[in-house]
């Protein structure tokens, strides 16, 4: 018995799994795709050719997308004081972990549990700041970071099902050309082996890392009616 429904298996179908779609071919295929009962995220998954056993071949880095990620973040403050009544919120179930400077000897004693979890505050992502105003208010309006797992792979959410072609793709150039500004002095050979888009409940769509130009062009440039078929 397939572990997959009629409907991932339908659109499964329309993929040629052997093709390299263009990004707005990828994105109008996906939206195509029978409708879930909640609003998809959809993601993009990277794999880099980067060796991240050494420290120099490591990616993290932070970005807002144009658009939002269509979630809102619950953040949690470390803080004394007035930066405290700044955060507006305590500790709690949370997707981003902000500290002032004066508070990480604190939190670096939950090092073992926020640490796995990809939500330890840290300098780079301009989660360890005076300024937890504005870093509440970024990490509400969807900043991301994005990091090499052990595999040199990216995983990172561009939106939801729900937004239109244009956000989306719009969404995609801003991550593309973030990968790319922050790629390794030290990488070698090829930089983006593969690139997935997928949604929560759809099949991953093989994109074309190299057709990163001229997108909202491409985009404008098909007709709405149009249908792309494998």
Do not use: C, W
């Not at 004081?81 to 997707?95: L, T």
């Not at 509440?136 to 099902?161: F, P, S």
Request: charge should be neutral.
């Amino acid at each position: 018995m397939s572990q997959h429904g009629k409907n991932y298996r339908g659109a499964r179908a329309q993929i040629d799994r052997e093709q390299l779609y263009s990004p707005a071919e990828a994105i109008r295929m996906l939206k195509s795709f029978p409708a879930a009962k909640f609003d998809e995220t959809v993601e993009l998954h990277l794999n880099l050719g980067l060796n991240v056993r050494h420290a120099e071949q490591q990616l993290r880095g932070t970005l807002m997308l144009p658009h939002g990620t269509g979630r809102e973040s619950r953040v949690a403050v470390f803080a004394e004081g007035e930066k405290a009544r700044e955060a507006q919120e305590g500790f709690d179930d949370f997707d981003v972990a902000i500290a002032t400077p004066d508070q990480m000897g604190v939190v670096g004693k939950l090092g073992r549990i926020l640490g796995p979890r990809g939500k330890m505050p840290n300098p780079k992502t301009g989660t360890v700041t005076m300024d937890v105003a504005k870093a509440v208010q970024d990490a509400k309006a969807g900043k991301l970071e994005y990091r090499t797992d052990r595999g040199a792979n990216v995983h990172v959410t561009i939106g939801k099902k729900s937004f239109d072609e244009r956000q989306l793709l719009e969404n995609f150039t801003a991550l593309m050309d973030e990968i790319m500004r922050a790629k390794p002095a030290a990488a070698k050979g090829r930089y983006i082996k593969t690139a997935t888009l997928t949604s929560t409940m759809g099949p991953g769509i093989h994109v074309d890392p190299l057709r990163t130009r001229g997108l909202a062009e491409e985009l404008e440039g098909a007709p709405a009616e149009e249908a792309v078929t494998a």
